[in-house]
């Protein structure tokens, strides 16, 4: 039996090279390399001044972001050595191994300094100890890291062995409190969801040994509609995009092919989008409603104002900041049960090409205390993380209750009011994240929730007019085998004396009523 911990060496590369296979980081690897290159190429300034060099990164942020990747190409940009040691990899059964395993790979980086530890996902190396369900083992496990940390500039040797110690995870509450302390980990760095510019970058270099059509400006628009995909969701686009091209490509006659050799087109990414699941909304219950305004019918005044609050900050945003007003934060649509609340803000989404996040009331309670609140606190950081995007709280009466409610169940959700009223507008401004929310009882909502700054819009739905229910009858017929003598004015009539609402319309719309 071995204690020899599995290490990568990785070989030294030029920092353009290095730094080529990277894109949308270019502000965290100058932070990066500021806190390297000194203290490993120049240790004597930090000698002169009195100063201890930082010791550790800690790269954190949601799956998929380029931690790894970016740790890896700086690493392998220095001249120092480069040990790549995966968290689960120093994991033994037999006792005391692990931390073998562990001091054996910090002193072969004292050997090899002025060197550079990657620690990937190190919250499985050293979890939370209070937590307690890892057992002795992992508690010693931590305080072995935590002790060999604190130990490596240890010896009198006038901080020749240098060594920096970079970690990564998409954990970091799980990881110890006491790793996270300047001399060990100095510097958390958030690796988070990239933007516009970032994705237009890592697409760039996504497509650099790729041969495609496409113009910046088109790939700049394709960028701008991916909200909410990391850097390994554009590069699944990318290639469920090339295997449609092949396929294409394939299809055509033999002649064909080798006249036109093959290339990407902004076609084949925009017909692989819908595909790939932004990774940064997950594990929310997300929809890709393809629901368009023109599907709905009889409510042409709601519509107008939903695209002046959603749409128009969305497409016009410098016309908003020169003329110093701000967006809507959110939308309450209220009104009759059947009158096309939910559907309005599927179409809102869909139009407006953000993400979209349903959130169903009762769904989202939960009888263990602090689940509720946690659940909804971790529905605005995913929406945070993927703005621009709209949350729709379907039924949020049975949320937001008001809290001078005599009812007991309402007193026993006020501590999910209360998160919700600190998400919307609390210290952390919500930026990029409108709210939607639709009820039918209006009255029952606790009077907080509806003030500007929350809910700044109050959008009544009601039963459609006449000319609404002809638009609507018109619009569900469309597709329908129909008496070409069937007079849709007439029955928008007749039905207004015994259906009022849109859902009731839809109900009679059968091949029977059509025969009337």
Not at 258 to 265: A, G, R
Request: glycine content about 8%; hydrophobic content about 40%; some cysteine.
């Amino acid at each position: 039996m071995s204690s020899q911990p599995d290490i990568e060496i990785l070989d030294h590369q030029s920092e353009n090279h290095a730094y080529s296979s990277v894109g949308g980081l270019e502000k965290q690897i100058a932070e990066i390399r500021d806190l390297l290159e000194i203290p490993l190429t120049r240790p004597e300034l930090f000698r002169y001044f009195g100063l201890k060099p930082p010791r550790g990164i800690l790269l954190h942020g949601p799956p998929g972001t380029g931690k790894t990747h970016l740790a890896r190409a700086i690493a392998s940009s220095t001249q120092s050595s480069v040990l790549v040691i995966n968290g689960p990899e120093l994991s033994s059964a037999y006792h005391g191994e692990t931390e073998s395993k562990l001091r054996d790979v910090f002193k072969e980086a004292r050997e090899k300094s002025p060197c550079i530890v990657v620690l990937d996902e190190v919250d499985a190396l050293a979890p939370r100890r209070e937590d307690g369900a890892g057992g002795e083992v992992e508690k010693r496990v931590v305080a072995t890291l935590l002790t060999t940390l604190d130990g490596i500039d240890s010896g009198g040797q006038e901080m020749q062995e240098r060594v920096v110690v970079i970690g990564t995870t998409n954990r970091p509450n799980a990881i110890d409190p006491a790793l996270r302390r300047p001399g060990r980990f100095d510097r958390e760095i958030e690796i988070g969801v990239p933007d516009p510019q970032a994705r237009f970058s890592i697409l760039k270099v996504l497509l650099s040994k790729t041969p495609y059509d496409i113009s910046d400006k088109e790939l700049a628009a394709f960028a701008s509609r991916a909200h909410g995909y990391v850097g390994a969701d554009l590069a699944a686009i990318v290639r469920e995009a090339g295997t449609i091209a092949i396929k294409r490509w394939v299809g055509t006659s033999s002649t064909d092919a080798e006249s036109l050799p093959p290339k990407l087109t902004i076609a084949e990414l925009q017909s692989s989008l819908p595909s790939v699941r932004p990774s940064a909304m997950r594990s929310l219950f997300v929809e890709a409603p393809q629901v368009r305004y023109s599907d709905i019918g009889g409510q042409a005044g709601v519509i107008q104002k939903l695209r002046e609050a959603i749409e128009w900050p969305l497409l016009h945003p410098e016309a908003f900041k020169r003329l110093g007003v701000r967006a809507p934060k959110g939308l309450l649509l209220y009104g009759p049960p059947g009158c096309s609340k939910t559907v309005l803000a599927r179409a809102c989404a869909c139009e407006g090409g953000v993400n979209f996040v349903a959130v169903k009331g009762p769904e989202l309670l939960n009888k263990y205390v602090g689940e509720s609140e946690r659940g909804v606190r971790e529905i605005f950081r995913k929406a945070r993380a993927a703005a621009p995007s709209i949350v729709f709280f379907d039924e949020i009466d049975a949320l937001a209750t008001s809290r001078g409610s005599s009812d007991t169940e309402a007193g026993s959700h006020e501590g999910v009011l209360t998160s919700l009223l600190n998400e919307m507008d609390g210290v952390q401004e919500l930026i990029g994240v409108t709210i939607v929310a639709a009820t039918n009882r209006p009255e029952v909502i606790d009077s907080a929730l509806m003030r500007p700054g929350r809910l700044d819009r109050i959008l009544y739905v009601g039963p459609p007019d006449q000319a609404g229910r002809e638009e609507i009858l018109r619009i569900k017929t469309r597709n329908m085998s129909v008496d070409s003598n069937l007079d849709l004015a007439k029955l928008a009539d007749a039905v207004s004396s015994v259906y009022w609402c849109c859902f009731m319309i839809l109900t009679i719309v059968s091949p029977t009523t059509l025969n009337w």
